[in-house]
């Protein structure tokens, strides 16, 4: 089943800060947020695992409340540079290690 | 270092034609995943591997196949397209399970 990402979509002015959540119905082990521009790749952000462990970048954070299977991307002090679509892919405990993914969350950042 | 190359990045067939999309990577990295994405979702696993000759299903895999004989390469095969398989599909790949993916630039294929 395919998390649910909130909000659909976010406008913010350069500078404001964003929360984006992920949440599963399944047990998780780890959840994982990547960031997509218009017609590009995915980019990596941040992995979060079971247990507190978290990869990624400094100047992203995020939490993983492990008892709800939920994930928060926090972005604080917004530049023009986060705009994009932010995916969460969730791996699930019973899954053998297949993202499944959230079917995103568009922030648009205005000057 | 050119990281994660997918092949040919637009691609336009007809109906019941086959094809092979190529993806190299030049990091040794032992995983490797296929992803399809359509409009306004999330990407959707269609088969990964975990090294050399060890390959498995994802979450949609009817109608494509994968091999993996070296640790570089994982083509992806359309046996018979169909125009559901009209999709961008993005190749990635990292160092085990359970850390970060470098994605391809993705190949935009249209099924007609």
């Known amino acids: 089943q395919q998390p649910v990402q909130s909000p659909q979509a976010v406008i913010l002015r350069e500078g404001e800060d964003a929360v984006i959540n992920c949440s599963s119905s399944?047990?998780?082990?780890?959840v994982h947020w990547y960031r997509q521009k218009h017609g590009e790749a995915p980019v990596f952000l941040m992995i979060?695992?079971?247990g507190g462990e978290q990869k990624g970048h400094e100047k992203i954070s995020a939490s993983f409340n492990e008892k709800k299977q939920q994930s928060s991307l926090y972005l604080t002090a917004s530049q023009l540079s986060y705009s994009g679509t932010y995916f969460c892919g969730t791996d699930r405990l019973d899954s053998n290690y297949q993202l499944i993914w959230g079917a995103g969350t568009k922030l648009i950042i205005k000057p | 270092n050119a990281g994660v190359t997918q092949t040919p990045k637009f691609q336009v067939l007809k109906t019941g034609q086959s094809m092979t999309l190529q993806c190299a990577q030049d990091?040794?990295?032992?995983?490797m995943s296929w992803y399809r994405q359509d409009p306004g979702m999330g990407l959707r696993l269609i088969h990964y591997s975990v090294g050399a000759g060890i390959t498995d299903q994802g979450e949609v895999p009817n109608g494509y196949n994968v091999s993996r004989s070296t640790t570089e390469d994982f083509p992806l095969r359309l046996l018979s397209a169909a125009p559901s398989q009209t999709s961008v599909y993005f190749c990635?790949?990292?160092?085990?399970?359970?850390?970060?993916?470098?994605f391809g630039d993705g190949t935009r294929l249209s099924i007609l």
């Open positions: 399944k047990a998780l082990y780890s």
């Open positions: 979060l695992l079971k």
């Open positions: 990635a790949s990292s160092p085990s399970e359970r850390q970060p993916q470098h």
């Open positions: 990091m040794n990295h032992e995983y």
